[in-house]
């Protein structure tokens, strides 16, 4: 082989690979649990739909926007929800909320009985659905509670791949995960980067810097400063092998419960001094990502 | 937002149902399943108002072609005929053996 031939990257891998990313909800749901087990619960015939939306004169989604689904996986019994960003802007109402602290509780209760139940979590979400407010922020905050828990029982996974990403409520979600699987494409954070730029100006925060704002909330930097467990490449089969995988990993203490480590990074912060990503990756241990 | 409601004459019954599509920008979603009588019936939500006359061609010009017993439930972000006709002919795609 020649060096030519050798430096170039492989193209066939890239190819070859399903794009995760470019699948809907229920196809994501579908790819992650082992083939044929998948089991819709109030899939779209079901009809249990947003009553807020169309009053405010936007049609409904059958499913709300959630695929929960039962289903195994490597043959151990697995729920899942995947959130349709296409839909709302994956945003979380009163029904699609309810859906995933629901499919969560009932999680809790077989796992509580002995009957253990893997939970994955597939986000894309920009958070609560503006329209139905409140009832969207009680939802998330079920989902929470219901996360912290089932993880007593099982470690809860999820999956953040893009494009849209995982903000607001449902990023403390994904915070309170076990673990946290990431893209690069993917993007993690509390306000979404228009929100600020809107709040704080544009002299804070750019939005349309696509680099700028990767380099904040981006998965690669949220991997590398440790608020992302794995970061992957936008690959159905290694999200898919990645999710069993986190289900093997030994008892690890979740981010939520490190209370003084946490303080003390947020310490190590200097307000007065300007801080970006790279500032943030050197101050924060992990250091750059490879 | 507008609802609006065809029935056609059908030939056969549908096995069962299918769901394609989401009511995503420019998108519609189709719930397909079988109708409770021998006859087609559809009933389109959608968010953009005075498209009647355009969904019925759309929907005329599918059921020239199809002609099973089902019920079909369409929730339209405002989706151009091209992609209600591509939505349409997946949901029917979907009940091939």
């Known amino acids: 082989m020649t060096t030519e031939a050798?430096?170039?990257?492989?193209?066939?891998?890239?190819?070859?690979?399903?794009?995760?990313?470019?699948?809907?909800a229920r196809e994501r749901a579908h790819a992650v649990l082992d083939s044929g087990s998948f089991r819709e619960l109030l899939?779209?015939?079901?009809?249990?739909?947003?009553?807020?939306?169309?009053?405010?004169g936007i049609v409904a989604q059958a499913d709300d926007g959630v695929v929960l689904a039962r289903g195994t996986l490597d043959g151990k019994p697995a729920v899942i929800a995947a959130i349709e960003s296409a839909y709302q802007g994956g945003s979380m109402g009163e029904v699609s909320g309810a859906k995933i602290a629901g499919a969560l509780e009932r999680a809790c209760d077989e796992c509580s009985q002995g009957r253990l139940i893997l939970p994955v979590l597939l986000f894309e979400t920009g958070g609560v659905r503006l329209q139905e407010?409140?009832?969207?922020?009680?939802?998330?905050?079920?989902?929470?509670a219901?996360?912290?828990?089932?993880?007593?029982?099982?470690?809860?996974?999820?999956?953040?791949?893009?494009?849209?990403?995982?903000?607001g409520g449902m990023s403390l979600a994904a915070a309170l995960c076990t673990r946290l699987i990431v893209t690069r494409q993917g993007r993690l954070g509390m306000n979404g980067p228009e929100v600020i730029e809107q709040e704080a100006g544009i002299e804070e925060f750019d939005a349309e810097d696509r680099e700028f704002v990767w380099s904040v909330i981006g998965g690669e930097q949220r991997h590398a400063v440790g608020l992302a467990d794995d970061l992957l490449e936008d690959d159905a089969d290694a999200i898919a092998t990645a999710v069993r995988e986190a289900f093997c990993k030994g008892p690890t203490p979740e981010r939520s419960t490190q209370i003084e480590r946490y303080v003390g990074l947020l310490?190590?912060?200097?307000?007065?001094?300007?801080?970006?990503?790279?500032?943030?990756?050197?101050?924060?241990?992990?250091?750059?990502?490879? | 937002m507008e609802k609006i409601q065809h029935d056609y004459p059908a030939l056969y019954s549908v096995?069962?149902?299918?769901?394609?599509?989401?009511?995503?920008?420019?998108?519609?979603?189709?719930?397909?399943?079988?109708?409770?009588?021998?006859r087609a019936h559809v009933v389109v939500n959608t968010s953009v108002d005075g498209f009647g006359a355009t969904?019925?061609?759309?929907?005329?010009?599918?059921f020239l072609r199809?002609?099973?017993?089902?019920?079909?439930?369409?929730?339209?972000?405002?989706?151009?005929?091209?992609?209600?006709?591509?939505?349409?002919?997946?949901?029917?795609?979907g009940l091939r053996p």
């Open chain 1, 6 to 24: 050798a430096a170039r990257p492989d193209y066939r891998h890239f190819l070859e690979r399903r794009s995760f990313i470019e699948m809907g």
């Open chain 1, 133 to 144: 407010a409140n009832l969207g922020l009680a939802a998330i905050a079920e989902i929470h």
């Open chain 1, 43 to 56: 899939g779209p015939f079901d009809r249990i739909k947003s009553p807020w939306l169309p009053l405010q």
């Open chain 1, 267 to 290: 310490r190590s912060i200097d307000p007065d001094q300007p801080l970006d990503g790279k500032a943030l990756r050197a101050l924060w241990d992990r250091g750059p990502a490879s």
């Open chain 2, 55 to 62: 969904w019925k061609n759309v929907l005329d010009r599918f």
């Open chain 1, 146 to 167: 219901a996360i912290i828990a089932l993880r007593r029982y099982v470690p809860v996974v999820g999956v953040i791949a893009g494009l849209v990403g995982c903000f």
């Open chain 2, 15 to 38: 096995p069962h149902r299918v769901h394609v599509g989401v009511v995503g920008s420019g998108d519609l979603e189709v719930l397909l399943e079988p109708s409770p009588d021998s």
């Open chain 2, 66 to 93: 199809f002609q099973g017993a089902a019920s079909i439930e369409i929730n339209d972000f405002g989706a151009t005929p091209g992609t209600v006709m591509l939505r349409l002919e997946q949901a029917a795609e």
